[in-house]
Structures are given as structure tokens and as C-alpha cells.
Nanobody
């Protein structure tokens, strides 16, 4: 059973940076894609970024392109989301998710395993 554990959230000022981590266990991830989603109060969960475990191909929502970077460490079975130039509208609970790399990257239903989420708050 795949388990995902996020960490790295917190409070940061506008323009600041945070790095989220997602440690994965309980599976063989070579054919997986790891996704990052976020959900703000009163809003639907939205796609943020994703990375294919095997070749490292990355995907980003337009709202974060150029500011966020997803990467992976195969030896540690961990993926990262480096978030720079953070804005108040980036505030949300961030989730990592795992699913087959063959599925639609931005769709939440493409991912079968989810972490517990980590809060990111961007405020002065």
C-alpha cells in the first residue's frame, strides 16, 4: 500500500520561498507520476505540478509556472516542490499524490494515493 507523507509547509511572507517534501513508501514508483495539488478554503482542489518518476518530466499549472519547481530524489523515494515568489493566493493545503503516469496529469481522479496535506500560508 502506497503511503505519502508531506512536510515543509508553514507561514511565509509574500515573495518568500518554501520547499515541500513528499516521502513515498510501499510501492514501486518507476511507472508512477507524482502530483501536487492544493485546496484553499471554499475552493475546489486544483492541480499545481507533477513529475514523472522515471524520466523526471515535469508539468505545471499556468498559475505557478516559472515560480514553482518539482524535482525528485530516487534514492530517497522523495519528491519536492520548491515554491518561490510566493503570493497570498498560493495559501492552501498542499497535497502530494501518486498515480500511473499514463493518466491525465491535471485530473485529481488520476491519482489513487494521497498524502495528508501540509498547510502553506503566505501572509505579511
Amino acid at each position: 500500500q502506497v503511503q505519502l507523507v508531506e512536510s515543509g509547509g508553514g507561514l511565509v511572507q509574500p515573495g518568500g520561498s518554501l520547499r515541500l517534501s513528499c516521502a513515498a513508501s510501499g510501492g514501486t514508483f518507476s511507472s508512477y507520476r507524482m502530483g501536487w495539488f492544493r485546496q484553499a478554503p471554499g475552493k475546489e482542489r486544483e492541480f499545481v505540478a507533477a513529475i514523472n518518476w522515471s524520466y523526471g518530466s515535469t508539468f505545471y499549472a499556468d498559475s505557478v509556472k516559472g515560480r514553482f519547481t518539482s524535482s525528485r530524489d530516487n534514492a530517497k523515494n522523495t519528491v519536492y516542490l520548491q515554491m518561490n515568489s510566493l503570493k497570498p493566493e498560493d495559501s492552501a493545503v498542499y497535497y502530494c499524490a501518486a498515480g500511473p503516469a499514463s493518466r491525465i496529469v491535471w485530473r485529481a481522479t488520476s491519482y489513487g494515493s494521497w498524502g495528508q496535506g501540509t498547510q502553506v500560508t503566505v501572509s505579511s
